[in-house]
Nanobody, 120 residues
Framework: QVQLVESGGGLVQPGGSLRLSCTASGSIFTIIAMDWFRQAPGKERDLVAGITSSGSTNYADSVKGRFTISRDNAKNTVYLQMNSLKPEDTAVYYC??????????????WGRGTQVTVSS
């Protein structure tokens, strides 16, 4: 069984920074891609940033220049460094990964989410 566990959320003032982490565990054979999504109250879950196993990244326009996604393949961990945070960044942030195990072909997995609140 594969699990994704996020950490690092919390309350921060506008202009502040947070670093989210997500670690995958279980009988992992390969991790193809790892991403961060977010969902604000009453809104859809949207992609924030993604990174492939080779390190290629992509970002939502709303976070370009402020957020940085990175990955430690040896630790099966993805990070999201969030700087210059704005109130509109407030949301539950979810880790998502496409993972193949020793018994299954690659498929998507989700973490339970971590709350990020940007408020003065």
């Amino acid at each position: 069984q594969v699990q994704l566990v996020e950490s690092g959320g919390g309350l921060v003032q506008p202009g502040g920074s947070l670093r989210l982490s997500c670690t995958a565990s279980g009988s992992i054979f390969t991790i193809i891609a790892m991403d961060w999504f977010r969902q604000a109250p009453g809104k859809e879950r949207d992609l924030v940033a993604g990174i492939t196993s080779s390190g290629s990244t992509n970002y939502a326009d709303s976070v370009k220049g402020r957020f940085t996604i990175s990955r430690d393949n040896a630790k099966n961990t993805v990070y999201l460094q969030m700087n210059s945070l704005k109130p509109e960044d407030t949301a539950v942030y979810y880790c998502h990964a496409v993972i193949g195990t020793i018994a299954t072909i690659p498929r998507p997995y989700w973490g339970r989410g971590t709350q990020v609140t940007v408020s003065s």
